[in-house]
Structures are given as C-alpha cells and as structure tokens.
C-alpha cells in the first residue's frame, strides 16, 4: 500500500512570507506526527494528533507555527512570517494507535519536505 | 540539552565484517529504544526496537543491545553489505510515568555508516 507522503518535496521561500506544508499519512493510521530535522541534528518532535483528541503542542517551537488535521486524514503545518532558522526538513509520520497505551506503535516517515528560507 | 547522544558522525566498514553503532541517553525515564535507517532523500525507515525489560533484541542480521545501567544501547550489522551504507538515528521514548506521551520520540544526531565493497 502506499506510504505517508508529503507536498512539496522542495519548498524556496523569502523570510517574512508564510509556507503551508502537507502530510497525506498511511490509510488507517490514526496518528499523526510532524519532526524537524535542521542541518546536523536530529529530529525534533514538534506535534502529535491523534484521532479526536486535543493534539500535542509541546514541541511547537514558536507561535508563528500551526498544524491542522481533518478527522483522520491530511494534515497540514503552516509556518507564518518565516525566518532563516525555520529553514530545515520538515518529516511527517504516521501509525497505528493501540488502545492500549503501554503499548508502542511504528512511525512511519514521509520522505520529507525541505524548506529554504532566503 | 541533548539526551540521546550519538558521538560517532560517521563509520566506515569492510563488507562482511561487523559493523557497530552506538546510542548513550541521559533520561531515566526512557523505557522504549528505536534504530531508524535512513537513505539521501528519504524518510528514515523503522530497523529495530528494544523495550527496557529486554537486553537484546534480534532481527536477522541486525542486533540491538541495551544496557540500562550504562544508559547505552548499540546497533550491531553482521554481516555488513554496501546497502547498509545509510544514516542510522537512534531515538527513544518514554514510558506512561513520563506524562503519558510515550509516542513523543526523542532522536540522536545520527551516525553514517558506509561499507565498503
């Protein structure tokens, strides 16, 4: 089946404009993910939906960034006002969720969609 | 504050032998260890996972080793083959006692991993 996948693959933008990024997650996944990975590093959670719960927020670096999700499907991250740090690769996921908490379900990961801010 | 650590950027092997990567975290709070491999513009692609109540987890050609007290945990590949060259993340999460998000996964660097023909 297919995998997450995300639009667009590149994106160039100048500082100060706004950029919407999309997430189109496996069928069936009711979690949903979004990651930065800037130059050199890891990736840094930034939100997680999941089904009808209120999302998490926590890693939302500032409030010029924004995510949506309708119902179970597409989600998109919107960054407002960009800056030159926003620059970096921004990667979906998406799995199952277990009705058991305990349990850990696989995130699998888009290809990415890479930001440049000039 | 970075609390998985990945200290080696980069690794370079023989085919055939074994290659060995490693993970130290800094969270006692962490129960639950992954390994994603990932490919030049590709999304990283789940390897391996090891829960804190195992020692070692074995997937064919791939072993995770985890050693709570030393809060370092390493990826072996035996036999190494040139499609394993990749960047291998090391990533980890914590258990309920940690505010319930353990889907939240907090990442390493990443080594990359080349072998050799």
């Known amino acids: 089946g297919a995998g997450v996948s995300q639009s667009p693959s590149n994106k160039v933008t100048e500082k100060g404009k706004d950029v919407e990024l999309r997430c189109d997650p496996i069928?069936?996944?009711?979690?949903l993910y979004w990651y930065r990975q800037r130059l050199g590093q890891g990736l840094e959670f930034l939100i997680y939906?999941?089904?009808?719960?209120?999302?998490?927020k926590s890693g939302l670096p500032s409030d010029r960034f924004s995510a949506e999700r309708t119902g179970e499907s597409v989600s998109t991250l919107t960054i407002q006002r960009t800056q030159q740090e926003d620059s970096a690769v921004y990667l979906c996921?998406?799995?199952?969720?277990?009705?058991?908490?305990?349990?850990?379900?696989?995130?699998?990961f888009g290809p990415g969609t890479r930001l440049l801010v000039l | 504050d970075q609390q998985v650590k990945q200290n080696s950027p980069s690794l370079s092997v023989q085919e055939g032998r074994i290659s060995i990567l490693n993970c130290d975290y800094t969270?006692?709070?962490?129960?639950?260890f992954l390994w994603y491999k990932k490919y030049p513009a590709e999304g990283p692609t789940f390897l391996i996972s090891?829960?804190?109540?195992?020692d070692k987890n074995e997937d064919g050609r791939f072993t995770v080793f985890l050693n709570k007290s030393a809060k370092h945990l390493s990826l072996h590949i035996v036999p190494s083959q040139p499609g394993d060259s990749a960047v291998y993340f090391c990533?980890?999460?914590?258990?309920?006692?940690?505010?319930?998000?353990?889907?939240?996964?907090?990442f390493g660097k990443g080594t990359l991993l080349t072998v050799n023909p």
């Open positions: 969270n006692s709070m962490f129960d639950y």
């Open positions: 069928s069936g996944h009711t979690a």
């Open positions: 996921a998406s799995s199952l969720a277990h009705r058991r908490r305990e349990l850990r379900e696989t995130q699998y």
């Open positions: 990533a980890a999460s914590g258990g309920l006692n940690s505010g319930g998000s353990n889907y939240k996964l907090t």
């Open positions: 090891i829960s804190s109540i195992k």
């Open positions: 939906f999941q089904g009808n719960s209120a999302p998490d």
